[in-house]
């Protein structure tokens, strides 16, 4: 494989802070590209991405199985275990159950907003986009909410712990702590759910059966784990990315200020533009050839859900932010069989927390320019937004 020019590394912090023009030109002259002595691959164009995310055969995602600790995880199974756990937790996580959700995520939405309200000011982050997926996601699984500091400590851990080799050996430890308190939590409330069962998905999931058998502990605890954690990361991200993309453009924000019907339309144009997962993982099955690259079978490969979503063959001036643009097809919540089963709720969260948002704080503005990133380099978020949303800003309508 050739050696390119471009000196693409997720790790790098010049790359965490803006990786879009690394991504450009690896679509333009390197759309498979070799990740330097880690032995991976990443790749880089929207149908190159597709075909890697969609071809189960080829491409294992047996990669993504250590995220969240023990049990076979959805997110890192291929079939025949893949389909038998996609189907039992489909049946405790239907879109009519999404649905009827939407009266109480307005209702967290408009208690976190009322009170930042009061101050004249608030960080976007810490009192709206982390609080009300996180809360909206521990009520459905019947855990307490008012952890949920413990929460975001203990997902943030499983999801940092992937780039162990850059921490030190306190941060690691901190870490693999977090982690075992987080498995520890969750296996007790599984325990009691089989004693006990409630009206809640734990209940649910241990009580899921197939014509075979249930789902063991160390499944139901992998996927209540996963979805605290998207509930901790990837839908928080959302929210903040989508916010901070209105207020860096504010002939879009005026357009949505001006017809709420967009609001939409913004959540899908957000998820393109700056997609709150960056990569995944996946593992070549086999010798297999992609874009005219040769991939040899174990190599773990990097599909660029991100930039495939800047992709100009897919959709035309990509860089733009546009919340008029048709996003369909974009890759955030990935594709195949392991499109995202949380994506309903991510984007009715999102739909929901900017309708409120906008509805009481309509001229809400940075309080600085400064751009304070998630320290992570495969999730892209923000740790702070600081607004200004004082008085003079509340809507009377």
Known sequence: MKVPSVQYNPLLPEVRENPYPYYAELRRDHPVYPLGEQGAVVVSRYEDVAFVLRS????????????AGSGEMLIGSDPPGHTRLRSLVNRAFTPAMVAALEPRIREVAAELLDRAGSRGEMDLVSELANPLPVTIIAEILGVDSALRDDFKRWSHSTVSGSAGSQASDDERARAAKDRQEFSDYFLQAIEERRREPRDDLISALVRAEDEEHALTADEVLAFTQLL??????????????????????????????????????????????????QFLFRTAAHDVELAGTAIKQGTVVLPLYASAN??????????????TRNAQGHLAFGYGIHFCLGA??????????????????????????????????????LKELPLTIGAENQSTD
């Open 344 to 381: 309903p709720l991510a984007r009715l969260e999102a739909k929901v927390a900017l309708e409120e948002l906008l509805a009481r704080f309509p001229r809400l503005s940075r309080k600085s320019d400064a751009v304070d990133r998630l320290d992570s380099f495969f999730l892209r978020g």
């Open 310 to 323: 800047r992709d100009e063959r897919k959709f035309p001036d990509p860089d733009r932010f546009d919340v």
């Open 228 to 277: 605290l954690i998207a509930g901790n990361e990837t839908t928080t991200n959302l929210i903040g990315n989508m916010v901070l993309a209105l207020l860096e453009h504010p002939e879009q924000l005026q357009r949505v200020l001006d017809d709420r019907s967009l609001i939409p339309n913004t959540v899908e144009e957000a998820l393109r533009y700056d997609s709150p997962v």
């Open 56 to 67: 189960h055969e080829h491409f294992s995602s047996g990669a993504m199985g250590s995220l």
